[in-house]
């Protein structure tokens, strides 16, 4: 048996770290178990192809945690342990068969100019929605930072109501509710401009009819010029050595290959863990847990676990699978659309249908002819990552079936369709096959086997559509960071505000507790 300890913490996902750095400043002693040999989750850096490239194998865009609840209380002492973001003054682009781009700066009067010059009737309605998220931005990122429901989430909608009347309050409410397709008709002409917007949906498991989408997408694609992008200066990893770094400065501790199989309960209340070497550990005041939610139940006692209400959150469904590809190369992709190089992220859909299609494939189990791409080019503003003059690419396959339906293992088709994916990017960058030094290509079935709480590969740790979100994420009576057994808590991807490098629902949690 292990000292007790006052918080444990199961998982050391962005959240779990995040909540065991707050716990700890606080002055709560707090120990994270990681069952992997590294910290970090669905954050990791790696020289993955040849030494000398260093990929970020999952996330890489960390805009939401630099505009978070962790980062405004521990921003400095991340810095001090070797935190550093770099920002981008051109976060992305879509790009289009016929070689044309639409790019978004962070810079408003500067992405206009963009849209001018391909969608000329656009701009108005662009430059309202721009104003629009200027005057609804407090309120929505207000929302976004308070647990669901709460006294701090009604203060915030109650501000909303006297800033904005109440018909601005419902307008923001069907924003929440609406799909891209519908959004994006109701304000864009131009195909195109529609489908800039609507890629942003397919980072979530938003396809463009799938009610929800439209706040996602409008955040990040209207956004996108109001907060920029930011990555960390030598990979996402240095996030996660740095909260390590600031939970042990604080007398707290980060251990690995340590595997939770179970969560002792007494009386209801949960007492602590049992590790797979049979290790004891007992929690004072609580046990946290960054575990995907559906996984909880098989960590609980028999008993516990037959209960319905833990039960039910056996139905907590994914959202779609994502495969990486990662390769690295002797240049920035030769992108017909020329400009799209200078971006740290270019996106092809191409279309909002060809989306919609990709979708449908995918949810029923068929491999997407025209699979959704999300490329990021980190060395664009970060050379430190390749050696001089080369770069690494980070292609992000979205939307991808779970299982799939012929029956095919994932690992059996992945280089195959790897092919196929890198098909259709040299079709828009004619001569990258030439450039490329090495690739390595990550399958659902591999994200899973890096971290069990990618189920069959969903990157988003549990569908974020509306019966799964706000309130009512993961499951009715599972909210609001709390299981139904007492002492008990959880945080991560599977809880509200959801998936994404933010560190938000650690931050909740950990209210909960200081
Ligand atoms: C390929 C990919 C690309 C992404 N890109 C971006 C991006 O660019 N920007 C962005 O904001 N988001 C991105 N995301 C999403 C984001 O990375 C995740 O939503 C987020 O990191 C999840 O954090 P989490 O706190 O839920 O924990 P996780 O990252 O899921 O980590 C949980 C940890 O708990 C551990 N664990 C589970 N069970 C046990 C157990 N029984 N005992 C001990 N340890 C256990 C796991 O090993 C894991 O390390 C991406 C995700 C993926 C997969």
Redesign the pocket.
Known sequence: MSPAQDVLI?????????AAALLAVSGKKVLV????S??????RTEQLTVPGFHH??????????AGGAVMAKLGGELTAHGFNLVPSTKPFCSIFPDGSMIGVEADPAATVRNLAAIAPQDVKAWEELTAKLGLWAPFLIGVLNSDLPSVDAIKTLWKAHRALGTVGLFEMTKLALQSTRSFTDENFVCPKTKALMATWGM?LDFAPDISGGALFSFLEAIGGQLFGMVIGKGG?ATLVTALVGVIEANGGEVRCN????QITVDKRRATG?V??SGEIVLARRAVI????PR?MPA?LPDHVAADPTIKRVEKFQSGLA???IHLALLDLPPWTAQEAQTYNYVHIGPYIDDMAKTYTDAAAGRLPESPTL?I?QPTVTDPSRAPEGKHVL?V?VRMLPLELADGSKWNDVSEQYADLVMKKIESYAPGLEKLVIARAV?SPAD?ES?????IN?????GSHHPAQFFFLRPVPGWGRHRSPVKDLYL?????WP??????A??AMAAKILV
Not at 33 to 36: G, I, K, Q
Not at 258 to 261: H, I, K
Not at 457 to 461: A, R, Y
């Open positions: 199961i998982g050391s996902g962005i959240n779990g770290l995040s178990l990681e069952s992997n590294v910290p970090g989750g669905a954050i970020d194998l999952f996330a890489m865009n960390l805009g939401l945690f980072h996402a340590s595997r939770v199989t863990v590790l797979a847990s960054n575990v995907n996984l960590l994502t495969m990486m999300v990021g980070w992000q990550l994200l890096y971290n069990v709480n990618l590969g969903d990157s988003l740790g945080c991560g991807a599977g809880t959801g998936g994404g490098v933010s560190g629902s650690g």
